[in-house]
């Protein structure tokens, strides 16, 4: 995860705490960073004006004073849970956890009487929350793609083949109830598709990408597309 989106999303588990807060120990096993980054995040929130409290001793932690972040929106409790389903869901989607971020953001701000009746509607909905592998891998093949990066990655294939690759990022792909990321791979000097959950360690190196585009690809199947932003 970039040090902006772990910012963000820290800011959010803040001001989620309300008045109990949360441990520095805490948010460093929730983002998987050291004690000494949690502080020097939590430096940079206060300097950028947010109202970020700390309690000293025994039992303290962080905080952040109640503000609002979003006007008042209008949800059914269904339509609530409709989101919250869909990102817990989709644990081992790309930039899963600033969706699950930005949905936590929304419901925190729905009228009371919805969101009582999202929570009880939300107990009547079960999902798998098995783990969707190392939160170090995604984060890396999220930059490598958005800041067009080539990442290194280390790979094991269907039969058990363990390879060392470079590869340009291209997109993430879902299908057949698998992620994946389809990229230029230096080693192959070829386009291939590698299943997320297959790759055992990866890193964003300095090397931009150079600028294969997603045309390459191919179009995709009839029953498939990029996601829309918009209208």
Same mark, same amino acid.
């Given at each position: ?7 963000? *999303? ?12 949360? /441990?520095?120990?805490?948010? *460093?096993?929730?983002? &998987? ?21 700390? =309690? ?11 503000? &609002? ?8 409790? $269904?339509?609530?849970? !409709? ?7 989709? !644990? ?11 949905? =936590? ?7 009371? %009487? ?11 909905? #079960? ?12 984060? %890396?093949?999220?930059? &490598?793609? !958005? ?10 294939? $269907? ?14 792909? %879902? /299908?057949?109830?698998? #992620? ?12 291939? #598709? ?7 360690? $990866?890193? /964003? ?23 829309? $932003?918009?209208?």
């Amino acid at each position: 995860m970039k040090r902006s989106e772990r910012l963000h *999303a820290m800011s959010e588990a803040l001001r989620r705490s309300g008045t109990r807060g949360v /441990t520095a120990a805490g948010l *460093a096993a929730q983002f &998987g960073v050291s004690l000494r980054t949690v502080k020097r995040d939590i430096d940079a929130l206060e300097n950028s004006g947010l109202p970020v409290w700390a =309690r000293p001793g025994p039992g303290g932690g962080y905080g952040m004073l109640a503000q &609002g972040n979003l006007p008042p929106i209008t949800l059914s409790p $269904a339509q609530a849970v !409709a989101l919250l389903a869909a990102v817990t869901a989709a !644990a081992d989607a790309p930039f899963a956890d600033l969706a699950t971020a930005g949905v =936590r953001k929304i419901l925190d701000v729905l009228d009371p %009487a919805t969101r009582v009746h999202a929570g009880e509607l939300a107990q009547r909905i #079960w999902v798998d929350n098995a783990a969707p592998g190392p939160r170090t891998v995604r984060s %890396a093949l999220e930059q &490598g793609l !958005a800041d067009q990066r080539v990442v290194r990655i280390r790979y094991v294939s $269907a039969e058990g083949e363990e390879t060392t690759r470079d590869v340009e990022p291209m997109i993430f792909a %879902a /299908t057949g109830g698998h #992620w994946y990321l389809i990229g230029w791979c230096r080693l192959r000097g070829a386009i291939r #598709w590698f299943r997320t959950s297959r790759v055992l360690s $990866a890193r /964003t190196t300095n090397d931009a990408c150079t600028g294969h585009h997603v045309d390459e690809i191919g179009p995709p199947p009839a029953t498939a597309g990029p996601l829309q $932003a918009g209208n």
